[in-house]
């Protein structure tokens, strides 16, 4: 079975200041890892996902995240952060198996931005 | 290129009633999966069709139920409403493979009163 874990179910930083946003998979087979955007009232954006090719996964938005298989880690960061950024970002697992799993996803972290 | 579009966006209902939520994927997608959101499980995968088969499905009961058009469109149906079933119903296309993009649509906001 796979699993996500976020840490940090609110992070708060400064405007200008770097974004990490931490995500743990456990996955019996490789997996696919995406990082998604949920904005009050909408429905979700991906930012990025990893798919076996480069480790660093660049995205929308000036996001980015790194694939660490040693530590089954998948955290994303961003430079700078921006007022716009303010919102819910949801790390997600799927299995290499096929189409048809489903995204397990994290419980979510609420990204606040302090001006 | 149109997004994946849910109707309707709002709904209330009442106990023991049933709904019917509708989902067009985007153009070309033949995968189309639906998730429930709440506050206190979060996001989680009820089912998804791909080709009008369901490949997979959820940890939910018999009362959460879909299926899938040949055009790819999608409806899920829920019967015998309970207020738990409040929640944000998400779907999502995509062209089927397990590294492709799933883009979600903005969801329907289903009230169980």
């Known amino acids: 079975a796979q699993s996500v874990t976020q840490l940090g179910s609110h992070v708060s930083v400064s405007e200008g200041a770097l974004v990490l946003l931490r995500c743990n998979y456990s996955s019996s087979v490789p997996p696919y890892l995406f990082w998604y955007v949920q904005y009050p009232n909408q429905g979700l954006q991906l930012l990025l996902k990893?798919?076996?090719?480069?480790?660093l996964v660049k995205g929308i938005n000036g996001f980015e995240a790194e694939f660490k298989k040693s530590e089954t880690s998948f955290h994303l960061t961003k430079p700078s952060a921006h007022m716009s950024d303010a919102a819910e970002y949801f790390c997600a697992v799927r299995g290499s198996g096929g189409g048809a799993d489903g995204l397990t996803f994290g419980k979510g972290t609420h990204l606040i931005i302090q001006p | 290129k149109a997004g994946v579009t849910q109707t309707p966006r709002y709904l209330i209902k009442t106990r023991g009633q049933q709904v019917t939520l509708s989902c067009s994927p985007i153009?070309?997608?033949?995968?189309v999966s639906w998730y429930q959101q709440t506050p206190g499980q979060g996001l989680q995968f009820l089912f998804e069709y791909f080709s009008e088969t369901q490949r997979n499905k959820g940890n939910f009961p018999g009362r959460f139920s879909g299926r899938q058009f040949s055009n790819s469109r999608s409806e899920m149906n829920v019967s015998t409403l309970e207020l738990g079933d409040s929640a944000l119903y998400l779907c999502?296309?995509?062209?089927?493979?397990?590294?492709?993009?799933?883009?979600f649509g903005e969801g329907s906001w289903l009230t169980v009163v």
């Open positions: 153009s070309g997608h033949r995968s």
């Open positions: 990893y798919t076996s090719a480069a480790t």
């Open positions: 999502a296309s995509s062209l089927g493979d397990g590294g492709n993009t799933i883009y």
